[in-house]
């Protein structure tokens, strides 16, 4: 901007509209200037949904801080309503599960020889694929509850069908010299959020077979387990004893069984300004207004996970209308275009929530942006304060 526009620009600018202007529906004052509203009793509800629906017991995919809504609101929530497992990625979740008190059994599948002794201490499982990674575990002085993983087909992690005896026998080996207990044998799904259950079913096939063979080799695992959300709907399998629970935790629903979406994400305007016709909004002017318009700054960027992509396509919700996304989303911030609104500086503006009031969801997001919810609300950033709620149903 050029030294004479900023010259100008007051002169430009319209009067406010104090007093005049229509709120939208009573925001509670953020703490900061955008937050993640999460509502613990949508949690409860969704893992209740699965109880209801599945027979399998619930293990609540706590992961990635509990796919960005906080791992251990989310976690106590879980487990108020029935979740009789918690199942975390890395070591580092798992522990910060167990220093806020949380007792049920936890499995962690990704994590370090130098964290097992830290595991160890804590009663955490531990996924084991390989002899390697097994001997590594006896090596540790902490004795260890391991969940043996057999790969039936994801070929990411779990023993190779053709190295599971051999596993198997040095576990029962291990086992019968107290050095640890095998406590669950599982796997993971490569199509479970696939309405298809044909590979899933293949997979079960391979899992139940392993547990013959783990069964033989004299283990007695107390868990057996296979499916993801999507794949608990969609595959009967009356003899695991677990689903592991993640995206419906959270209301991402796959296959509509009624979930409840358990984010919302708030900001606020925090500048609005008058363009002209014919004038360029953020970096590379990539938006030039084709009239004169009311944009607004809202202080959210990629950097707190809006997809830079997204733009073009996103709107959010001010006023109770939808106000387009325009020009380039930079790391901090982004610009909508307000139109004729005479909107102010601190008004309240919704990015996503369960679309209920016509804002987008985190889906229309993921849309906008070729990706799947999941990603939007991993990607929200620590920049922007969880607060948690109980919604009034
Ligand atoms: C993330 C994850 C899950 C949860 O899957 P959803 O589809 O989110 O329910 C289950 N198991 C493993 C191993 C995972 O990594």
Known sequence: MTAMTLVQSPTR?????????????????????????????????????????????????????????????VARAAVEAGA??????RAEEALQLRAAGLIVPILTWLYDAAELMLLGDVDVDVS?????????????????????KLDTGLHRSGSAPDQWIELTRAAAHYEALGALTVRGIWSHLSHGDSQDAV???????????GVVLARR???????????????????DAPDC???????????????????????????????????RIGEGVSYGHDFIADRDTTVALVPLGYADGIPRISTGQASVLCRGVRMPVIGRIAMDQFVVDAGELPVEAGEPVTIF?????????????????????????CGIGSRVARRYEEAAR
């Open 128 to 148: 084991v694929s390989t002899v390697a990674e097994l001997q590594r575990v006896v090596s540790n002085p902490s004795v260890h509850h391991v969940q043996l």
């Open 217 to 235: 080799a004299g283990l007695r695992p107390s868990v057996v387990h296979l499916a993801n959300s999507a794949g608990a709907i969609t595959l």
């Open 199 to 209: 590979q899933s079913r293949r997979q079960l096939q391979l899992l139940r077979t």
């Open 13 to 73: 600018h319209r009067p406010a509209v104090r007093g005049t202007a229509v709120r939208g529906p009573a925001v509670r004052e953020m703490a900061g200037l955008s937050e993640a509203v999460v509502d613990l009793s949508a949690v409860r509800d969704n893992v209740r949904t699965f109880r209801r629906l599945v027979p399998q017991g619930v293990m609540a995919v706590v992961k990635a801080d509990a796919f960005g809504h906080g791992a251990v609101p």
């Open 353 to 377: 929530g369960d679309g209920s009031r016509g804002e987008p969801t985190a889906q229309d997001w993921a849309d906008w942006a070729g990706t799947i919810p999941h990603e939007i609300y």
């Open 241 to 275: 004893d677990l689903a592991r629970i993640g995206a419906g935790l959270y209301g991402i629903d796959e296959l509509n069984i009624g979930l409840r979406p358990t984010m919302r994400l708030m900001s606020k305007l925090i500048q609005v300004r008058r363009v």
């Open 84 to 89: 009789i497992w918690l199942g975390v990625a």
